[in-house]
């Protein structure tokens, strides 16, 4: 699914109507049409609608909500939160158009609860045209009261466009926002409808066709989202004859005294992922606990010196363990120690495979980050959390979380690396700009070894031969499609990243039937 921003798709109806000589009214009526058919669909041939609008554009998709609801025999009461005159262009037309006696103008705090309370708390269903995407402030006013009685009424509700209250681009909630069940939306959905915390207000979301140009929506500047129909191309299938030659043989560097389970959970995650063969490169002193931790992976001893943490010394046996190998990870759980931290910067600068640095790999770099303009490969794939980017970038956490697209983007651009930005609708970013949303994942993942899963699926599918940004994408989707599953057996809370790994081949199985 493609997402734009909410400045996008002005520009995308601005030329429709410039550019194609597509009259507004013809787009508004479209977009009251799709609306109409979701009500009737879910909630019925009749039945009792209030239509909360405002005095713009998007009231004026509610205003046609409601003549066409009108027309088919629904009970429809329009509650305008304007005077008359403050409403022009196509949507005064299209109020004009109305019945005057479902119009109820209402301009004034106080006048919702004291006079339409009963007439929302009954309603069959809401329909939310109060503020569409263009909204840049905080709700007010009667505004707010509308969006607090909506919410309050515990009726259903169909926003249009976009649920009240929330910016269209960021997602983030602007005072107050309408908690909807459906969300209607045109052409293309937008980041709000994605990005948390807009996600969770916006329902079930729809995309309605209201006819814009094929052309626009094809040069469209947007984003990917991911989900199990985006994906599904990028699989590829297993000839019958295949062999585990064919699978690639990936080499991850990883575990320190006290961390051996990131390296068995990244070890046994290329496993679940499909890799054909698995190496674990780890300090000779923890090597013994690796052993019993990984049965299906191959295990090399590093010398350590007793210490349980690996040093720049190692770099030439490494370099004979990269002979074969398609892909290397390193990082989950190696330590912090200034000889680790040269190991990971000297890999970075000579080692030309595929790469995927993680954890206390990206540490290593953020004491070092002009070393990333010297690599080697042409395929450095990096998966912060946000406390991770945020010393990536000698900045704050919050500053990470505020902006994480045009982060992620500009430092995936800058450094010519693959930038996975975990969390919430994680963010992938590649070096020429393009720029994923991963729609899998939930709340149960919040606990320790998911990044180190993570890191052991894409390192595995880098193995198997998919391109840089194609592992990415799928790796997220699939590291979370796979928490999903594991969610909807045993709940949110108490799931760990052994589950996840459990889960990866049963969530390939699903997306490849689906």
Same mark, same amino acid.
């Given at each position: 699914?493609?997402?734009?921003?909410?400045?996008?798709?002005?520009?995308?109806?601005?030329?429709?109507?410039?550019?194609?000589?597509?009259?507004?009214?013809?787009?508004?009526?479209?977009?009251?049409?799709?609306?109409?058919?979701?009500?009737?669909?879910?909630?019925?041939?009749?039945?009792?609608?209030?239509?909360?609008?405002?005095?713009?554009?998007?009231?004026?998709?509610?205003?046609?909500?409601?003549? +066409?609801?009108?027309?088919?025999?629904?009970?429809?009461?329009?509650?305008?939160?304007?005077?008359?005159?403050?409403?022009?262009?196509?949507?005064?037309? @299209?109020?004009?158009?109305?019945?005057?006696?479902?119009?109820?103008?209402?301009?004034?705090?106080?006048?919702?609860?004291?006079?339409?309370?009963?007439?929302?708390?009954?309603?069959?269903?809401?329909?939310?045209?109060?503020?569409?995407?263009?909204?840049?402030?905080?709700?007010?006013?009667?505004?707010?009261?509308?969006?607090?009685?909506?919410?309050?009424?515990?009726?259903?509700?169909?926003?249009?466009?976009?649920?009240?209250?929330?910016? /269209?681009?960021?997602? !983030? &909630?602007?005072?107050?926002?309408?908690?909807?069940?459906?969300?209607?939306?045109?052409?293309?959905?937008?980041?709000?409808?994605?990005?948390?915390?807009?996600?969770?207000?916006?329902?079930?979301?729809?995309?309605?066709?209201?006819?814009?140009?094929?052309?626009?929506?094809?040069?469209?500047?947007?984003?990917?989202?991911? @989900?199990?129909?985006?994906?599904?191309?990028?699989?590829?299938? !297993?000839?019958?004859?295949?062999?585990?030659?064919?699978?690639?043989?990936?080499?991850?560097?990883?575990?320190?005294?006290?961390?051996?389970?990131?390296?068995?959970?990244?070890?046994?995650?290329?496993?679940?992922?499909?890799?054909? +063969?698995?190496?674990?490169?780890?300090?000779?002193?923890?090597?013994?606990?690796?052993?019993?931790?990984?049965?299906?992976?191959?295990?090399?001893?590093?010398?350590?010196?007793?210490?349980?943490? +690996?040093?720049?010394?190692?770099?030439?046996?490494?370099?004979?363990? +990269?002979? /074969?190998?398609?892909?290397?990870?390193?990082?989950?759980?190696?330590?912090?120690?200034?000889?680790?931290?040269?190991?990971?910067?000297?890999? &970075?600068?000579?080692?030309?495979?595929?790469?995927?640095?993680?954890?206390?790999?990206?540490?290593?770099?953020?004491?070092?980050?002009?070393?990333?303009?010297?690599?080697? *490969?042409?395929?450095?794939?990096?998966?912060?959390?946000?406390?991770?980017?945020?010393?990536?970038?000698?900045?704050?956490?919050?500053?990470?979380?505020?902006?994480?697209?045009?982060?992620?983007?500009?430092?995936?651009?800058?450094?010519?690396?693959?930038?996975?930005?975990?969390?919430?609708?994680?963010?992938?970013? *590649?070096?020429?700009?393009?720029?994923?949303?991963?729609?899998?994942?939930?709340?149960?993942?919040?606990?320790?070894?998911?990044?180190?899963?993570?890191?052991?699926?894409? &390192? *595995?599918?880098?193995?198997?031969?998919?391109?840089?940004?194609?592992?990415?994408?799928?790796?997220?989707?699939?590291?979370?499609?796979?928490?999903?599953?594991? &969610?909807?057996?045993?709940?949110?809370?108490?799931?760990?990243?052994?589950?996840?790994?459990?889960?990866?081949?049963?969530?390939? @199985?699903?997306?490849?039937?689906?």
């Amino acid at each position: 699914m493609r997402v734009v921003t909410a400045q996008t798709m002005q520009e995308i109806d601005k030329q429709a109507i410039d550019g194609y000589n597509i009259a507004g009214q013809q787009l508004m009526e479209s977009a009251g049409s799709r609306c109409v058919e979701e009500i009737i669909a879910k909630f019925g041939l009749v039945g009792c609608s209030v239509i909360m609008a405002g005095k713009g554009n998007n009231g004026g998709d509610g205003y046609v909500i409601a003549r +066409l609801l009108d027309q088919k025999g629904w009970n429809v009461k329009v509650i305008l939160l304007a005077d008359r005159d403050q409403v022009c262009g196509d949507a005064a037309v @299209n109020l004009e158009k109305l019945h005057g006696s479902i119009i109820n103008f209402c301009t004034h705090e106080g006048q919702l609860s004291a006079l339409h309370m009963e007439e929302i708390f009954q309603a069959d269903v809401i329909v939310d045209a109060l503020l569409g995407t263009g909204l840049n402030s905080d709700v007010s006013g009667i505004y707010l009261e509308a969006i607090d009685l909506i919410n309050a009424s515990g009726r259903p509700v169909v926003s249009v466009d976009i649920p009240s209250g929330i910016h /269209g681009t960021t997602g !983030r &909630v602007l005072g107050e926002a309408v908690r909807a069940d459906i969300t209607v939306t045109f052409a293309f959905a937008k980041l709000g409808h994605v990005l948390y915390p807009g996600a969770e207000y916006t329902g079930r979301l729809v995309v309605a066709d209201i006819g814009i140009p094929q052309k626009l929506m094809e040069t469209a500047v947007g984003y990917d989202f991911l @989900n199990a129909d985006t994906v599904r191309p990028m699989l590829h299938r !297993r000839d019958r004859q295949a062999h585990k030659g064919q699978f690639g043989h990936c080499l991850i560097i990883a575990g320190s005294t006290g961390k051996t389970g990131a390296a068995a959970l990244s070890a046994n995650s290329a496993v679940r992922a499909g890799s054909g +063969l698995v190496t674990l490169a780890v300090a000779e002193s923890i090597h013994s606990i690796l052993e019993i931790k990984t049965t299906e992976v191959m295990t090399s001893p590093l010398p350590d010196s007793g210490s349980g943490h +690996l040093s720049d010394s190692v770099f030439p046996l490494i370099e004979k363990l +990269l002979v /074969g190998k398609n892909a290397i990870a390193i990082g989950p759980g190696l330590g912090a120690r200034s000889g680790t931290n040269a190991l990971v910067q000297n890999m &970075v600068e000579t080692v030309a495979l595929p790469m995927v640095i993680d954890a206390d790999g990206l540490n290593a770099l953020a004491e070092e980050i002009s070393v990333l303009n010297r690599k080697k *490969s042409k395929q450095v794939i990096l998966t912060p959390h946000p406390g991770e980017m945020s010393r990536l970038l000698g900045t704050s956490i919050h500053a990470v979380e505020a902006t994480r697209i045009s982060v992620a983007q500009e430092f995936a651009s800058k450094y010519g690396v693959f930038l996975v930005l975990k969390g919430a609708r994680t963010i992938i970013a *590649s070096p020429d700009g393009s720029v994923a949303i991963n729609g899998s994942g939930n709340p149960g993942m919040a606990s320790g070894g998911m990044g180190d899963v993570l890191t052991g699926i894409i &390192v *595995s599918l880098l193995g198997q031969g998919y391109t840089a940004m194609d592992a990415c994408c799928l790796g997220v989707f699939l590291h979370g499609f796979a928490a999903d599953m594991v &969610v909807e057996e045993k709940g949110e809370i108490g799931i760990n990243a052994s589950d996840v790994i459990e889960s990866l081949p049963y969530a390939y @199985n699903k997306i490849i039937k689906k």
